[in-house]
């Protein structure tokens, strides 16, 4: 029976752009929504410097949302790992473990931020004449800190157990209820700050409340009361799963601070005052947000569209998918450059009035700090981009380029020369560099795109299956890059008549999963320390992990066999019935292999050797936790040349054949030594 193609290799690429972004953009904006609605209201009912208050404040959210979205993001992908793996208890562990995480640290945010609140204030760049309005929303806010966290990180697993909906409802209902509550606290019961406050910790309660109820729902796992205990390990895989959210808003909360100081020690000496470009700037920023949720919705909903046809070498639907996404984009951004420009007073009225001066600012912020609003968008796109066709570490620095290598030292060197104008000016510079750097990577991936090329090993994977073996036996080799491991799994699989998976299983996950093999062998297994930084949710390294790792299951369980790499050791670390080696070999002899069977240039050799063997650590560490070259993983450890690939091979399978499949590690390992 033939294989149905997904849609997203055949259908439109408008209307799977349509499908995939309009539920994106609509949770990306309630996000974005919360403080705009707060800055909206306390305009117009505290005035501007309440405005202020708020922008100071902001970033001790910020901090709340990185914390509770590492854990959320972290669960959400330890969630669908486990799932893959087939390992239910421990997928429920770890959701269970995320939400105790979360409101442990919560209560201790909480606690710290009501003590100390004056002094973070005063580090997020607070002024005297904001004081009075920052501590009054700052203390209430914090006190709804264990609420909102809690509520933000079972948001990102309502979603990875597959009810986007369910979450996106929680979220719209606390909005809507903010957005009542704002104007009853604030004007009739003229609470002011602390108005605005209440209101926004009670919506945010109420989403709590909703996903909380959520946690007797789940689809794909069972919480139970002992999921909850704590396990260092089960935390610190989660933490290092979400730790791009944590980079990603730790460097908007520094941005922010600095900002925010710069503001205010050159706006005290203008004209301005200190006042009006800390509230200006805030606004103008969440302005902007508001606009870059839509254009990173439409992006991120293009995700799994620019992922599948990259994978599927239908390069032309993804170079159409992303020239329909700057479109769009551009439309967007255009025509909101145009009302930057010509009514930026009418924008800044809806969040209150101020003085003349308040006004010329704000003209001035809009048309300045926003110059630069329509190329932005290739760099928000590119972002998105290159993280979809696994490219992590471009992702990463193109996303990380504007607002800390470049926007930062432009406020300082800037601030420096033109007063407070110069931070303005800052944001177009920031926004232009980014710029110029997306589209050169933009465009170089998608002119190569086409001339993608791979060199294979001439060593296939066919071999006899005249099964030798008395037993169910498979056998796992891991082995550093050059050392002639593979050559050695392949004898082995010829030698005891069993089936050889390298390429044959990357064959098998291609027809599975509809991506070319080209695609699978250039990111499986390439999984770096940056790598971690590339987005919020599972990673395509990670989708074929759990592909990889279902298939290596299935197989353990089907037939005797020799798998290679992919942390196959680790996967079935459970069973009785495997034998896992480790392949090693000294630089001198793996540099001579590399370049005479691989064609590798001997002055490069040792460079692409140690590259690839630490992509492969890292690869190793991040899924299983272990130290790649811990030789207490393994059965049998051995250097390939003690007395060559060959005989190598014609021992381990001696000893394959006369020892007890429940041998030992010590045993094995003094047979090797003999």
């Avoid at 910020?62 to 330890?78: D, E, K, L, W």
């Avoid at 508001?290 to 046809?309: D, E, K, R, W």
């Amino acid at each position: 029976m033939e294989k149905e193609e997904n849609i997203l290799g055949y259908e439109k690429i408008g209307k799977l752009i349509r499908k995939f972004s309009i539920p994106s953009i609509i949770s990306m904006l309630v996000n974005s929504l919360y403080n705009i609605i707060d800055q909206v209201f306390i305009g117009q009912g505290v005035g501007y410097l309440g405005n202020g208050a708020t922008n100071i404040v902001f970033p001790l959210v910020v901090i709340a949302t990185a914390i509770s979205s590492m854990f959320g993001s972290g669960a959400a992908s330890y969630l669908s790992l486990k799932l893959g793996e087939k390992k239910e208890k421990e997928a429920s562990k770890g959701v269970g473990n995320a939400v105790c995480a979360t409101a442990i640290i919560s209560i201790i945010l909480c606690a710290i931020s009501v003590i100390f609140l004056p002094q973070l204030l005063q580090l997020f760049g607070c002024t005297e004449s904001l004081k009075d309005y920052a501590l009054q929303y700052g203390y209430i806010i914090a006190i709804g800190f264990p609420f909102t966290m809690i509520a933000t990180s079972l948001s990102n697993v309502i979603r990875a157990d597959g009810s986007p909906k369910y979450s996106m409802i929680s979220m719209v209902s606390g909005a809507i209820l903010n957005t009542i509550l704002d104007p009853i606290f604030i004007f009739v019961f003229k609470l002011g700050m602390s108005g605005a406050a209440i209101a926004t910790v009670l919506s945010q309660i109420v989403t709590f409340i909703l996903n909380i109820i959520y946690l007797k729902r789940f689809k794909t796992i069972k919480i139970k009361k002992e999921d909850f205990k704590l396990s260092i390990k089960v935390i610190r895989k989660i933490s290092i799963l979400g730790i791009s959210s944590l980079v990603s808003f730790a460097s908007a909360v520094i941005v922010m601070s600095i900002q925010n100081n710069l503001l205010a020690k050159y706006g005290k000496a203008s004209r301005f005052g200190a006042e009006i470009p800390i509230t200006v700037l805030g606004i103008v920023m969440k302005i902007t947000q508001i606009l870059s949720s839509i254009i990173l919705g439409i992006a991120m909903g293009a995700q799994p569209i620019f992922g599948y046809n990259y994978g599927a070498e239908k390069y032309d639907r993804v170079k159409e998918a992303t020239t329909l996404v700057l479109k769009i984009n551009f439309i967007i951004a255009t025509i909101s450059f145009i009302i930057f420009q010509t009514m930026p007073d009418k924008l800044i009225s809806i969040f209150g009035s101020g003085d003349a001066l308040y006004t010329e600012f704000a003209c001035l912020a809009f048309r300045i700090y926003l110059l630069l609003f329509i190329p932005m968008i290739v760099q928000l796109v590119a972002g998105i981009f290159f993280q979809s066709i696994g490219k992590s570490i471009k992702s990463t620095f193109i996303s990380l380029s504007r607002q800390i290598l470049i926007l930062i030292p432009a406020m300082f060197i800037l601030g420096n020369l033109f007063g407070v104008e110069g931070i303005l000016y800052a944001g177009p510079v920031a926004d232009g560099v980014a710029f110029i750097l997306s589209t050169i990577f933009l465009v170089i991936e998608l002119k190569n795109m086409n001339h993608i090329r791979y060199q294979t090993n001439s060593l296939i994977d066919d071999t006899s299956t005249d099964n030798q073996l008395s037993k169910h036996i498979v056998i796992t080799i891991s082995r550093e890059y050059g050392s002639g491991g593979r050559y050695i799994g392949r004898l082995i699989a010829d030698k005891l008549g069993i089936k050889f998976y390298d390429k044959d299983l990357v064959t098998i996950v291609s027809e599975k999963t509809g991506l070319t093999e080209e695609y699978i062998e250039n990111n499986e297994q390439k999984r770096n320390t940056l790598a971690t930084l590339g987005g919020n949710e599972l990673t395509n390294t990670d989708e074929l992990f759990i592909s990889e790792s279902q298939e290596i299951i299935e197989l353990a369980n089907k037939e005797s066999c020799v798998i290679v790499g992919r942390c196959a050791d680790f996967v079935l670390k459970d069973r009785d019935d495997v034998i896992k080696i480790f392949v090693y070999s000294n630089m001198k002899d793996k540099v001579k292999r590399v370049t005479e069977f691989y064609g590798v240039d001997k002055d490069k050799a040792e460079k692409e050797i140690n590259k690839i063997n630490k992509l492969r650590a890292n690869h190793y560490k991040y899924y299983t936790e272990r130290d790649w070259k811990d030789y207490s993983n393994y059965d049998i450890c051995i250097n390939s040349d003690l007395l060559g690939v060959e005989r190598v091979a014609d021992m381990i399978c001696e000893m394959i054949n006369e020892s007890s499949i429940n041998v030992t590690t010590e045993r094995l390992y003094k047979n090797t030594k003999k």
